[in-house]
């Protein structure tokens, strides 16, 4: 039987493949305010404009591609059980290959009824047009979670990470919570393998810590070959 392998991954990820995100001086979010975009009152108060955003950031995402970070998350299903938690809205790990793939924060590929959460659909394409309705007659909304909204998937992510035989996490501070928190849920002795350039917050974590402090699309092909030899 394969060792289970839980990988968690975050902006640093997609920001590899060419995508902005919230922490770019420049690029996409650099003109707009977290709270006029990604929250409830912002679509409640000028749902032109955050329609319109999300349009831009599906169509970014469809004008690029997978990085070999992604693809080397998807060899390793060569050698072991993978499931991958993304705080990542877009669909590079799909696109890639990963055969399982949560969510945690939304799918930019899906949008959802204004009126029941659990009613969702897929979108054709990048554009929502202002007026599309679900099929309860309410108007549509990006399939994403928004700041001051629960997180619907945290719970089947919990459950998920307490099932790791060894965890990699690749491109995120830890700070973002509750998903930072996901790594509290690992048993004390399976190790986490980090990937990322910077210091991520690692305080609180007991379990053994190996860091490759490179990017996603250069460190994660260097951590396979680390893994393969502990399948």
């Known amino acids: 039987m394969k060792k289970r392998l839980v990988v968690f991954t975050g902006a640093g990820m997609s920001a590899d493949s060419g995508l902005a995100t919230f ?7 650099a003109s707009y305010r977290i709270e006029e975009v990604c929250t409830p009152e912002a679509l409640a108060a000028d749902r032109a404009k955050v329609v319109e955003f999300y349009n831009m950031r599906r169509r970014e995402m469809m004008s690029h591609e997978p990085n070999a970070g992604h693809y080397a998350i998807r060899d390793l299903e060569q050698w072991f059980d993978v499931e991958v938690v993304t705080q990542n809205v877009d669909n590079y790990h799909e ?3 990963s055969s399982h793939v949560t969510h945690l924060h939304g799918e930019l590929t899906k949008l959802r009824s204004s009126r029941n959460p659990e009613l969702i659909v897929p979108i054709d394409g990048w554009e929502q047009s202002l007026d599309a309705t679900a099929p309860d007659g309410a108007l549509l909304r990006p399939h994403i979670v928004f700041f001051g909204e629960s997180v619907p998937m945290f719970d089947r992510c919990c459950e998920i990470a307490r099932s790791a035989d060894l965890m990699v996490v690749v491109g995120t501070s830890l700070g973002v919570y509750p998903a930072a928190s996901l790594v509290m849920y690992v048993d004390k002795d399976v190790p986490i393998y980090l990937v990322d350039p910077g210091n991520p917050s690692t305080g609180l974590i007991r379990n053994k810590i190996y860091h490759i402090k490179e990017r996603a699309a250069e460190g ?9 030899e502990l399948a």
């Open 220 to 228: 994660v092909p260097q951590l396979v070959e680390v893994l393969k």
């Open 23 to 29: 922490r770019d001086s420049d690029g996409l979010w």
């Open 95 to 97: 696109r890639a290959g």
